[in-house]
């Protein structure tokens, strides 16, 4: 992994997670996260496995798969490894890469302090959350 | 010509151009590591190096201090065993006795720490021992492919045609973020003897260990030192990580806390201009945007290394980092070009499960020499039908065994959450299958196996961990941890048993 790129301003503003973000938080941000990148095939979150980080996905597709099963597939501006790290639980997903993906990662045990430092991107965390578990709801229903 | 004078004329260097089904580059530790495994496996290779002499960057840095790996001769009793290795981070290791643990013999006590010179010593003395050839003064200028995809290297005596090209060619090349005006200021490689830094007011654009070793350099002789970078500080001793700014590197730090003379600002650059006999420095402050201009006597760029990929970004080889790094597979290959292998410091751009965001070892010599040790393994076996050395195992001795590994092995307490210690089943029984990379262990497919592992986490605490693969699946066992990291005890003697009950075969 390696610091953020120069035109990390213009990347983290683009992503809807940190879109309500000035450019002094943006700047702080950018030098809380850095950047990584994965090859096809390359899993980034293993179901069962303990210890992971939490991703914001740059650039590339991933695919989520729960024992093996494809359960969607998330793309730039998607964000994956909060719930395990919310609720302290190992990963309860696969996350592989399809295309070569560029993300940015925040160490695990730094997205509380982060999260209680950046309220704003807390909410629209919880609004995406809200919204993954309605669309499960739907499929369940 | 006169008889003599034709001889002496003659290049003496080993390995003139042609083929090779190997080419390795470089003469560094991670170099001469890996060119000495594939000696012990009879692979046969050709190693070259644009350096005259073998030692790497240990020829040139680090520029003000002793290094920053240490070997501690008595840590464990026998020096020259394999354990002695856990606390001996400098020495080249291998399963020759009379070639192990040379560094401690180069110590005179006056530090844990060796010199530059010690470190380069040592690597010649390995070197020389071991009998490794090396053709020297010979530097890889360009990579081209053969119509049938071999690859050739390109260099002043002529091409090296082979099948697999290793670099171990180190973060060699300085790095500077495109901040305007940053190249106007010398980076750490062109910084001057401390002493020209007198009564200067001194900018270190950085705040990492080599920001602070040149700071600890300075302190006796700078008016003022200030670091400035983005992020702040991190210690060791607080990440419990390799990662933070070392211990021995921490005077600078408690003079900033003290207000003795240092700072530690937390900016972003905006630009560097020429001022006077110095330089203008205009910063932001990361916490608020609040705009300040430091006037320096002197400034010095310690914004790190990146890889000297040369042509292989247009040979297809993928970068990460602003190109400073190739992006490689769990086993070190090139992730878009197969058949281009790194290793040495090189091999970190391989990260593996970096659990709890906690960084392998790999870009120290105490942990890229166990990743080379697996590349050439995994080369023997893959390319050249080489079948690795798998001790069988009595099934009631594995437990035994993992225990012993994990209390003992260097491999393991070197490349925590890294490397594992591998034991697999079949109907034939047990086998030892060594040391292998975490993260394959856990994603490729494989058969019914154990693999162990230390991990640490963010509070500080280590405690084993095993992966029982069984039908496919990976699970995870986190074990106790030990308050004297001992745990050769019935206590884990139970556990790992419980643990590998599933793989037990009646």
Known sequence: MAAMPDDALELLSSL????????????????????????????????????????VVVDGEASVKINGEERASIGRGDFFGEMSLLLGTAPTADVTAVTPLRCLVLAGPGLHDFLDKHPSVMYRMLVAMARRLSIANQHSG | MPRATAKAEVDQRPFPPGEYPVVVVGSGPGAIQFSHELDRLGIAHATISADPSPGGMFRRLPIYQRLLSWTKPYALGDP????GEWYDWNSIVSDDQSLRSIMPTLMDGSSSFPSRANMEENLATFVARANLQIR????????????????VLSTPDGDYTCGIAVFAVGMAEPWRPPTPGLDLVPHYVEAGPAETY?????????????????????????????LGSPR?????????????????????YEDAMLHNGVFLLDVKIERIERADDGFRIRLSRTADGREMIYEADAAIATTGFAVPMRDLPALGVATFAQGKMPALTALWESASVPGIFFTGTISQAAAGLKKHGIPANSGALHGYRYNARVLARHLGATRFGIEPVRPALEADAVAPFL????????????QRSYLARVASVSDDGWRDDGIWPLADFIDAPGSDAVAVTLEPNPDGSIYPVAYVRADGNVEEHL???????????????EQMASILAPLMRS
């Open chain 2, 80 to 83: 020259a065993g394999r354990a």
């Open chain 1, 16 to 55: 809807s997670l940190f879109a309500d973000l000035g450019g002094p938080q943006l700047e702080a941000i950018s030098h809380t996260f850095e950047e990584t990148t994965f090859a096809p095939g390359q899993r980034i979150l293993r179901q069962g496995i303990s210890g992971s980080n939490f991703y």
């Open chain 2, 403 to 414: 225990l012993e590994q994990l209390t003992m092995a260097p491999e393991l307490w070197n």
């Open chain 2, 198 to 226: 007198a009564g200067k007011r001194v900018f270190i654009v950085g705040k990492q260990n080599s920001a602070f070793e040149i700071a600890t350099a300075f302190l006796p002789w700078a008016r003022q030192l200030v």
């Open chain 2, 232 to 252: 702040p500080a991190t210690l060791s001793v607080v990440e419990h990580s390799l990662a933070g700014v070392r211990a021995r590197y921490v005077q600078p």
């Open chain 2, 479 to 493: 074990l106790d941890p030990d308050s004297m990291n001992e745990y050769r005890g019935s206590p884990h003697r």
């Open chain 2, 136 to 151: 020297y003064s010979c530097p890889w200028q360009s990579t081209s492919r053969t119509d049938d995809g071999r690859f």
